[in-house]
């Protein structure tokens, strides 16, 4: 079992930045590939960011390409997602999930493991 918790959401006026941070525990962290998924209200969860588990490889949705910056840091089990340039739209529930593998993984339905979820609000 791997447990993932999530931290530093919140309310940010559009244009602003936030940094988010999910901390992995249970398994050895850097065998897994990391993705960052967001949820809005009414809508389906969908793909943000992946990356691989050494970190070499990253992927982007094309909504956030050139905005947000996905990393880790598996000396702390811990992986990150800038947000930079932030709007209104990007309001939702981030989750993070991990799954065993070597490359980055893009569906829902390729992650074992998920987060609580943190919000991110951003105002207009």
């Known amino acids: 079992q791997v447990q993932l918790v999530e931290s530093g959401g919140g309310l940010v006026q559009a244009g602003g930045s936030l940094r988010l941070s999910c901390a992995a525990s249970?398994?050895?962290?850097?065998?897994?590939?990391m993705g960052w998924f967001r949820q809005a209200p009414g809508k389906e969860r969908e793909f943000a960011a992946a990356?691989?588990?050494?970190?070499?490889?990253?992927y982007y949705a094309d909504s956030v390409k050139g905005r947000f910056t996905i990393s880790r840091d598996n000396a702390k089990n811990t992986v990150y997602l800038r947000m930079n340039s932030l709007k209104p739209e990007d309001t939702a529930v981030y989750y993070c999930?991990?799954?065993?593998?070597?490359?980055?993984?893009?569906?829902?339905?390729?992650?074992?493991?998920w987060g609580q979820g943190t919000q991110v609000t951003v105002s207009s």
């Open positions: 999930a991990a799954r065993s593998g070597s490359a980055y993984y893009t569906y829902t339905q390729d992650y074992d493991y």
């Open positions: 990356i691989s588990r050494g970190g070499a490889s990253t």
């Open positions: 249970g398994r050895t962290f850097s065998n897994y590939a």
